[in-house]
């Protein structure tokens, strides 16, 4: 669904723009929150533990956005479609986070892979990026309180939220074409086309999402932003009476029971005995599983991925949206289209391309997700003073 050059005016571009850099900022102080929030406890302790784990995680899943997005799956005839991401970005590291990494998957793709337009970049993160997330996390947080607390619940609620999330994006597009489309189409027609062909998208959205938060949920949880109220329980002590101290007599057994043994008086120095602390659990091998996972689909399993235009394309070909389309402002960069120039392999130019990809993300998305978390754990002192 990534909106190129020319379909949408330039004062709503502008206006997008707008939006979507308002969006970005929001988000990045909600980032800050949630890149620390664990179900542990404040920054500083758990919280900043979490973070130190939660930030290459975020910008794992970025990176893993971006492969998935490669892989185009058949919906229709002569039709394909993609994961967009914002379910799946906001249950595993929050919404805000969410919408920070599909931003940077669509900016890298933007700039390095002529996909999606620069001038039409605050439309899909406003599109894409937004409205996905949002409405995702609205939904999937909605059911969660609605149903059991269970890890199949989490999977279930991952499964509607990315399902409902897709053609919402498609109806938010249609507004938006409605408010400044390029060309004179019925936007009726426009509409259900849209809402129709991305309902099909949205069940492949809906099964990725759900098969990877089950994946998750099923080793580590606790790493799962939207089901960490779940998945954290207390522990629960049982009271069984008092405890000996050592050398204190013990209970004798008469036939009508056990004589109450008398309590021990505790020392007067005797200090209470500090809480157990958490043990940190590390999160490398789910970090290098999704990364092994990222650079398999993207290097690999994006050759089989289908051919076919997908759902805006097919659409904006049909109805004649894109007879103002514009050429990309980097359509020579040496990885447009995803393939690497001059290689004339294609199978060699496009894993190549998809690896690259994958490596431009993960850096840019985990560079951007510990400086902000720094700075979160730099403002606390002040905050908590």
């Not at 479609?81 to 799946?88: I, P, R, S």
């Not at 659409?315 to 990885?335: C, N, R």
Request: charged share 15%; hydrophobic share 50%.
């Amino acid at each position: 669904m990534h909106v190129p050059d020319g379909f949408i005016n330039a004062p709503v571009s502008a206006a997008t723009g707008v939006v979507a850099a308002a969006a970005v900022a929001v988000s990045l102080r909600g980032a800050r929150r949630e890149l620390l929030d664990t179900a542990g406890g404040p920054a500083g302790g758990a919280g900043a533990a979490g973070g130190e784990r939660t930030a290459p995680l975020a910008g794992l899943v970025a990176a893993f956005i971006f492969a998935v997005q490669m892989l185009n799956f058949p919906v229709a005839a002569g039709t394909s479609g993609h994961l967009l991401g914002g379910a799946l970005a906001a249950i595993l590291v929050g919404p805000c986070t969410g919408v920070l990494c599909v931003s940077v998957v669509l900016l890298m793709q933007g700039v390095l892979f002529a996909d999606g337009g620069l001038t039409a970049l605050g439309v899909n993160i406003t599109d894409m990026a937004v409205v996905t997330t949002v409405v995702a996390y609205a939904i999937f947080r909605g059911l969660l309180k609605l149903a059991p607390g269970r890890r199949r619940t989490v999977t279930v609620a991952s499964f509607v939220a990315a399902l409902v999330s897709v053609p919402a994006a498609a109806a938010a597009f249609t507004a938006l074409y409605a408010l400044g489309g390029t060309t004179d189409i019925a936007i009726g027609k426009v509409f259900t086309a849209m809402v129709g062909v991305h309902v099909l998208i949205g069940i492949g959205e809906a099964a990725i999402t759900a098969l990877t938060v089950g994946a998750v949920m099923a080793v580590r949880p606790d790493l799962v932003h939207g089901a960490r109220g779940l998945t954290a329980r207390p522990l629960e002590l049982r009271n069984t009476g008092p405890v000996a101290a050592p050398g204190a007599p013990v209970a004798a057994r008469t036939a009508d029971g056990p004589e109450a043994a008398p309590a021990p008086e505790p020392a007067a120095d005797t200090a209470p005995a500090p809480a157990a602390a958490t043990p940190r659990r590390s999160a490398r091998r789910v970090w290098l599983a999704g990364l092994a996972a990222a650079l398999l689909c993207a290097g690999v399993v994006s050759f089989y991925a289908s051919a076919s235009p997908d759902g805006l394309e097919k659409v904006a070909h049909d109805k004649g949206i894109d007879k103002k389309a514009e050429d990309h402002a980097t359509k020579d960069s040496p990885l447009a289209d995803y393939g690497v120039k001059d290689i004339t392999d294609a199978r060699l130019s496009g894993g190549l391309a998809g690896v690259i990809g994958v490596g431009a993300t993960l850096a840019v998305g985990t560079g951007v997700f510990v400086v902000v978390r720094k700075r979160r754990t730099a403002a606390e002192p002040a905050e908590t003073a």
